[in-house]
Each structure stands twice: as C-alpha cells, then as structure tokens.
C-alpha cells in the first residue's frame, strides 16, 4: 500500500522559512518522480515542483523559482520541499504526489498522493 506522509507546515511570517517533508512507504521509492502541489480555498491546484529519481532534474513553478529548493534523500525514502522568502500567496495545502518529473509534470493527476500539510504566512 503506496502512503506518502507530509509534514513541516506551519504557521510563519511573511519573509520566513519552512521545510516541507514529504515520507513515502509501500513504493520502490527511489524509482519515482515526486511532485510538490498547493491549492488554496478557492484556487486551483498548482505544480509548485517536482525532482526526479536521481535528483538529477527538478522543475518548479515561476512563482516559487529562487525561493523554494526541492531535494530528495532516497536512503530515507523522503523529498524535502525547503521554502524560503515566503509570500502570503504561498499560504495553501502543500502535498506531494508521485509523478513523471518533466516540464509538464503540473499535468498529471494519475499518481499516488499524501493528504497534504497547511502552509499560513500571515503577520
């Protein structure tokens, strides 16, 4: 049984920091893409990154791009999700998901996802 578990939301003020972690069980872990997605009260759902098996290829969203790192440790089946000089519009339910990790990975909707972690930046 695939379970992806993510924690490390929070509470934080805008400018501050957060590190998301996403854990995975019951998959080959090491073989799988793994996509990062936010979806606040009334928005759509939007790719915010995702890294590849080998953390050789990582894409993210233009709205995130120089403030988010995403980075992966397959020794301990987790993919990290480090968010830096956060906004108020980061402020959503941040899950991750397994994907195909190419330019086009906000597109998929078919893979295996966590019950995702609140992320507030509010002063």
């Known amino acids: 049984q695939v379970q992806l578990v993510e924690s490390g939301g929070g509470l934080v003020q805008p400018g501050g920091s957060l590190r998301l972690s996403c854990a995975a069980s019951?998959?080959?872990?090491?073989?799988?893409?793994i996509g990062w997605f936010r979806q606040a009260p009334g928005k759509a759902r939007e790719g915010v990154s995702c890294?590849?098996?080998?953390?050789?290829?990582?894409y993210y969203s233009d709205s995130v791009k120089g403030r988010f790192t995403v980075s992966r440790d397959n020794a301990k089946n987790t993919v990290y999700l480090q968010m830096n000089s956060l906004k108020p519009e980061d402020t959503a339910v941040y899950y991750c998901?397994?994907?195909?990790?190419?330019?086009?990975?906000?597109?998929?909707?078919?893979?295996?996802r966590g019950q995702g972690t609140q992320v507030t930046v509010s002063s």
């Open positions: 998901a397994t994907v195909p990790c190419t330019a086009r990975y906000s597109e998929f909707d078919g893979g295996s």
């Open positions: 019951g998959i080959a872990f090491s073989i799988y893409g």
């Open positions: 890294i590849g098996s080998s953390q050789d290829i990582a």
